[in-house]
Structures are given as structure tokens and as C-alpha cells.
């Protein structure tokens, strides 16, 4: 093979990129793409994943980067291909998850003429990316910028905001060669770039403001994902005497004091919510799903203070006296030595008390079922999965449950994709997921959700993963059963627009992948098999999966009393 | 239902749009996309195709307007799920299909906050839509310009340029409601606008430029997709006594004596295309595929005139002499008035001679074949299916083979997407085109083409559709061993980044939805079976189908001497 512009460049930025610590990538077959994809698979310290679909493969990507921290560098071909990057591009920038998108192009003189498989690439995601550069053919009189484009790359999908950088290289014929000698790296090995994470430390003049806050008798911490350490928080939250109603995607749902994880259930009882306004309100990270707590926040007339560790606004209920742009752990750790706290007042205690009131009754409800149903699938898995594991939750029910039900643990590590809330790209998700972590994962997902993201499971068996993916089967769309629409339309009107029951059997499509299906029953099975990809079908109803919520609703209620 | 202003104005869109000759709506299900699809389902004159995944969706509503020259509506919810479109959206600017893109939004007050669902959808597909407009939430306010907006979504879909139209619809709760009265439309049953088509007559002293050329003794007519009436075409060819070298999708592929369909084959012989190198060119449309084709074209010198009914830039090789923007069926009635024509010479003669020798040659070689090729599926397909037939056929092989060896023929319209020349949404396009048709439909695809949008398979056992799936199955990316990666690389890189077995049974994931499968000598008898779906496996092999081209090109070059 000849030696070529195009392969030299090429393979400088796969040597930033490893240097930047960059460890997978995800490339979608294509011919313009060659340069680039053939660089990535010549570096035996960059694990490389194929997918022919470059939807599912952008969301493989998107897993990796929200299971490590790190961005995934994400290839496909010039023309349409790089379209179907989009959603996972939003996903990315929304839910702050670093990735490095790498389309191929063609040359500038093919573009606009009818060439093939050309399209207007040029800022394809619009607002979704933190950087977009189209660098040109690469050229030998530029070489002493190829490193920094790398690097800087790498460095704007991490801070100060992470999310997703869109490189579009255009390539001329031939794409095939050999690269020459790079230009020289940093001599300390150290990337071209990096970049601090920016200002997130909280400055005196802010902690003043905030710890008289604090000293509340009626406050609440509300734990998103992005809370921060969970051992700060809690911390603070017992100095404070508040309690911490955790998300189970904030990692602060743990068997702390001041946990509280039935807030949604604890919340549907008029009275317990009325007798609890809180006063203040410390929110940490994103808001959980739950409705009913975030209607009650914005009806309560507290005084809220949002964190959040990035310049994102964070207030869908307009709701936020104080926005801060903080560290939450640090913040946490800071106003923690600032605190008195509420103590021998029975605010924490009280809430002590309820949480563990419908945590019984909520056990002693789903206790009456005989099947499997959606909330006892969620509580179920989360408390049956080992320490260590990665639990992936699909929006929309599947999440809303886990949230609503999961009982507080330690040692599970929640994700989802939530910065859009779509349930596009959740089994690539997953399986990403589970490639980033190297640990047991499972996934908790809807029917419609698997199906959409039918091509995630393409190939999955040959990764080197270790995934158990319960599918939790109401043959539709289980979560507008729960909307007005519901009660609304005449019911043949609402089953072709929103039931919408397809009658694939996710068993048979799992077969299709190589992947086999256990019953719901042998779960703990499954959870124990190691590597692998294995689907565990739990079979239920839409109507009557309404009237399982409602009746661990009301069975909260009536302990609460 | 209480009467809300939504509903009202769903209700006026979807009436403007049945009379400006709307017939088919697709939607994916969502929950803030309610009052559209309410009012869509609202409408017996309307179909409503529904569809779990908003990709697959898309290119339905693609096929149905590729078949049907009218545009679908293709409906939403918010958030990421209108990202999923895009891929669509930019095929349909480019191929020039018509389409109304509604994506639901959430209001004004829930952008940017974090609020759950909600992506930025403003100018969400860049410049790959005739016209983006956001109406607001509606208002009564503005009901008189409710007709306005939907009938310009069709106008601005249609002409002058064909393509897609996005509207950003945001709506508040309440989402489910009645419509009031209905602004009044045009009391003569119009539509509130129509767009004419605009000047693609040909001026007269366009024609005093064009027709001295047409009385070149050694021209060429080249007929892509978008030439025209082949009657016209062919006549004017006639005329001029000059042959049409005719892309299956052009319509021009047809038994006249001045069709010439061997044009890749035949211009593989040195000699030949030295031989009849070309004085001027006529193209009509879209380019054919074949790098053969338009290399020659390229370096023959010739004067080329580039004829489109649009103002698209159609020049891959940047050999256009000159531009003309006019109605190509037009033009060549036109053209035929005044051109004398190079009768008395042997160079119509020639290429007819050439064209027989070389289909004779074609069929001679596939005959060597006991197992079915990839080459003769193409040609046999085209072959046997009835007349008024349509097919589909995917890039990136099937077309080629179409285009290559397809015998003229009668009858069937030829269909593909090559806008952008990508290989997804291929399956959802087909259903889309035998839904828009009304006409038994065939696939032509190969197995990666039919994996990527394996989802448009999801219920098109449920739609009122005959469409027989061909799946041409090498077990990976066929095409890639006819590029230089094939011979260059290492063969085990090859098969990782090219080659890219997946192992999947296309009858398996078919079974999955429903769809039974027959072998390929039972072609007949599947093409015969009338609506429903059903998918002909071809296994085929990928290094076998490169000798096998080979053999055929070699069979015509023979026959040339």
C-alpha cells in the first residue's frame, strides 16, 4: 500500500485519541469512511465495535461514554449515514455524555453536484454539539494541526460542558494507504490538549448565601442524577436533618437514614404531601421523573435552590430562586461544615417513618400478585442484581417504576438516557453499557422500546459483555394507559394511536440474534450466567397494569393512615 | 371532550390538506402529538399508517410520495423521536419526493429548561427542507391563518422544487379535545393556495441553442431517473437517430429500437467505448449509477447538455456544457420539431447491434449458473413481474444489477432511492411505494439493506399491501469486494470492517413479523400470490458474485469482438 496523506492524518488523531484516553470506538461500515476506520482498527489499544446500523451503533457509543465518563470515538460513511447519528448526538449533548462523532465526507468539488451519497453535512446536529469542525482534505502543510484537532476534540466532549463534538472529514480517492510518520506527540506523552473542568468550585460569597438555607426545619434534598457522591450528600442531609429523596439514577438511593425512596407513592397522599411542604428545597442534578414530586415542589412555594455542575438550566417547573453552577459534592461538603440543621425537630423523622411505612406496604401490596407484575419486575430486579452491576432503565414505564418502587440499595449503578427521554437507542445503550463497565449488566425495558431499537441486539453475542435484558411485554404502549388519553377516547381510537399492540413476540426476535429467553422466574438464573446476552420475558397486561399501580398507591395511602 | 383551540386547528390542517389532494398520513405514536393524530384518524377520506419506529415511518411516507407524487403527512412526538426522521428528510430533498413533516413540540415555556421530551426542533433538518415553520401554540387568534399554513406545507412540498416541508407544531395540555368550527375554506372546494408549477416550458431561443446540437452525427441520449415520457424521449432518439442509453428507473428501459440497457457492459469494452465516443450528450435527469458510464462520459470530450425540471445542480464530473431547467418531456417534443437528425449513418445502427449482441451475451452467461446469481435475480425479477408491476430496489448492489443487466421491458416502474444513494429505510420505502401504488409490488435488496431497516417489517403483514420481498443474502456488505479495499487490505481486516458477516436469517427475522418465506425458484409463484407480504431468500456469495460479474463482462466484451 502506498503511503498516504489521508492515512497519516488518520492515524494522528487515533494516536491523540489513545493519548487523550480514549479506549473504544464505534464504526458503521462504509467505503469514505476507510481512512479512518482502518487507523482505529490498527491500534490494538483502542477496542474497536462494528454495527451496520448507525443508529444503534451511536447509541453503543453513547453507553460506553455514559458507563466511563469518556467519549467514544463514532464513525460511519458520508450521506445519510451520519443522519441517523442525530438522535444520540441529542441525547448526548441534553444528558451531558461525552462523544467524538466522526462523519466521512466527500471532497468539497462532489458536494451539491448529484454525487452519490452526498448530503449537506456541514453542522448536521444543529445546536446538539459543543464543536463542529470540518478541517478539509487533510493536507501535509497542515500536519502541525492534526494533533490539536484531536485533542481538542476529545477535550470540548469533556469540559466544561461534556457532550457530543461533531469532526466532518472529507476524504479524497484513494482511501486506502499507508500512513507515513506522524508528527511528533507531546514528548511527556501527554495529549496536545487538555482542558480543566472549568469554575465549578463554590465560592465563599455563594456558601453565604446558601448555608443560612440550610438551617430550615422544613427542608428536602431532591437527588437527580449528577447529585454528586452519595456519602456527601447524605452527610449533609444528616447534619441537616432533611431527608434525601432520592432518584434511583443519583446513586443516593442507599440504605442511609436519610433516604427516601417512596417519595412518589408518599407523595400521592394529599394530606402526608400538605403536612410536609418543605420550606427549602436543595436540588441536586436533574429532576427525577416523578410528577407527582415535581408538581408538589412547584406548589409547595419553597424557596429551591438548583445545582447542577454545568451551565445547563435546569428548571422545567420555573421554579428555582437560587440556580448554582457548583460542583454538587463539593457544595455539599462545603455547606455541610456551615450547617446546624433542624435537629429536635420530627421533620426528619417523620419522613424516616413514612418511607419505611410504604416500603412495607408497597412490599405487602405486590405480595397479592401471583404473575409478574411491572412494579415487582422493577423492584425485583433492581434488589436482585449482585454489587457491582449496571442496571440500564428504559424510559418510559420501566424508569418511572424502578423509581416509583425500587427498594434503597448500595452497589448498583443506575443508568439511563434521560437528557431526551426517548426510548430510541436503549438496547445499543445498554449493550454499551455493559462494554464500558466490564460488569454485570442488566437492562429493564419496555416492548416497544426493544422493538424500536430491534438492531441494538445485532451482534451482541459476540461482544464481550455480560447482559440480561428483561423485557417487560404488554404487546403496546404501556404508559399512555396512564394518560388522559386514555379515559378520553373511545377505546378502538385509543388502541390504533397509542396501544398500539404489534404482536411480536420478543422472544423470537432475540432468537433471530442468537440470544435466548428465559422465563421471569429463573431472573436470578439469568443475573448469574455471566458473560453473555441472554433476555428474560415478563408477560403482562396494559389495563391491568394500571390497577397494579393503583393499588400500591392506595396500599401506601392507607399505611400512611 | 371539551372543544379545545388544538383541536380546532389539527382539525383545519388535515381539511386543507384532504383538498389540496392529501390521501395518506403516517404517524408514529406519542403523547404530544395527540391533537394531530386525533385529526388525522378523524378522517375516513384519509389513511393512517401507523408505525412504532419514526425512521421506518419516514420512509414510508418517503415511498408513499415516490410513488404517488403527492406528499404524506408524516407525524411525531417531541424530542428525539423527530430526529429519527431525518434520514428521510434529506433522501426527499434530494430525490425530490414531497413530503409534510409535522413534528408535535412541547411550548415555547418547556424549551431549554430540562423539561422531559423536549430536544431544540427549530430548523431541526438544516437545509434539507423547501420550508420550516414554527406557527406557535395555536391560537384563536390567528385562525384565518390556520388554511393558509397547511395548504402551503403542500404548495411549498410540491413545487417548484419537490421536497420536504417541516412544521413545528408546539401544543399545551390539554392535549385531547373536540374541534370547534372550522375557519371556512374556499367556497369552490379549493385548496387555500396552489403553487403552479413554475417556467420549466422551454424558451424559443433555448431552442435555437439546443436543437443545432441535437443534429450531432454522433450523440447520445442518457435517461436517468426524472427524463420524462419515454414516448417523447424515444421519439426524439428516433428522430435524431441517436440511442438512449436508459436507467431502469428512467422509464425509458423499454422494447424501442433506439433503447440501449447494456450501456455498463457494453462501454467495459475498450475498443467499443473508444469507438463510439460521443459528439454531444443529452442527459435527462438523475445520473445512471455506472462509474462506467459517467467515466466515459467524462472523458469523451463531448458537449453535454444536462436537462432537469428543476433548478438542482445535476454534474457529478463537472462536465455539463450546458444547463437546461426545464421540463424534460417538454423539451423533447419540442427538440424533435426541429432537429433533422443522423440518419444515413451507421451510429444508431451500431449501438443496436452492440445492445443485442450484448443481452444475447448476458443470457448466454447466466446460463452457466446452475444456483441462482445476484445478477440474474435482478434481470429474472425484472423479467417476470406482471405488468403495471412496481419495484423497489436498494442501493447498493440491487440497483447496480438492475441498471447492468435488467432486460428492457414494458410495464413496471422502477423505483429506488437515490437521493442520497443510502442503503436505509429501503424496506419501509417499498411498503410506502405498494401502499401509494395500489400495484403488486417486488423488493429487490440485499441482506445488510434489509437488517438496517429490519423495522420495516413491523405490521406490514397488517397493511393493505402485495409487496414480495427479494432478499439477495451474502451474509455482509457485497459491494465492498468490487472496491479497493477488497484487494489492498488483509483479508480478516477486510471481513471486520468491510466484509461484515452477521450471521442473521433473513427468513427468521421475516418469521418474527409474520412474513413467511419461499425459495428462490418459487419466484413466480410468490410474485402471483396478490396482497400480502412475503420475502424470496436468494443465498448468494460474496467473492463468488465478484467472478460471477466478471464472467458476464468478459461474456459481452466477447460477443463485441
Redesign the interface.
Known sequence: ?PVTTAATFCATLVDEWVRAGVTDAV?A?G?RS?PL??AL?DRPDLR?H?H????SASFLALGLGLATGRPAVLLCTS???A??F??A???AH?AEVPLVVCTADRPP??R?????????QD??Y???VRWFCDPGVPEEALRATWRSLAARAVADALAPRPGPVHLNLPFRD???GEPGALPPGRPDGWPWHVSTTGPTHVAASDLDVLAPLLDSQRGVIVAGAGAGDPLAVHWLAATASWPVLADPRSGCRVPEPTTVGAFDALLRHAGFAADHTPGVVLRLG??P?SKVLNQWLAGSGARQVQVGATA?????E?SAAVRVVADPTELCIALEKRVTGAKGTPWLARWQHAEGQAQAAIDAALRAYQEPTEPAAARTLLAALPTGAVLVASSSMPIRDLEWYGTPRDGVRVLAN?G???I?GVVSTAVGAALGSNAPTALLIGD?AL??D??GL??AVGRDIDLTIVVVDNDG?GI?SF???AS??PND?FE???G?P????PA??A????IPTLPWDELTDALAKGPGVRLVHVRTDRAANVAVHDDINRAVIAALG
Open positions: 500500500m464504526v461500515p467505503s476507510t476506520a482502518v482498527t474497536v462494528i451496520h446500523d448507525e443508529r450521506g445519510t449515514a443522519a441517523h442525530h438522535a448526538v441529542i441525547e441534553q468539488e462532489l451539491d453536484v448529484s454525487a452519490p451519497q452526498t448530503v449537506d453542522h448536521l444543529g445546536t446538539a484513494p482511501l486506502v436533574q429532576p421523573a445547563a438550566w435546569i428548571d422545567p420555573h434521560r431526551a427521554n426517548g430510541d416497544i422493538l424500536h430491534g438492531n445485532l451482534g404502549g399512555f394518560l388522559p388519553q378520553v377516547l381510537r390504533q394511536l397509542f398500539t404489534h404482536g411480536v413476540d423470537a426476535l432468537a433471530v440474534h442468537g
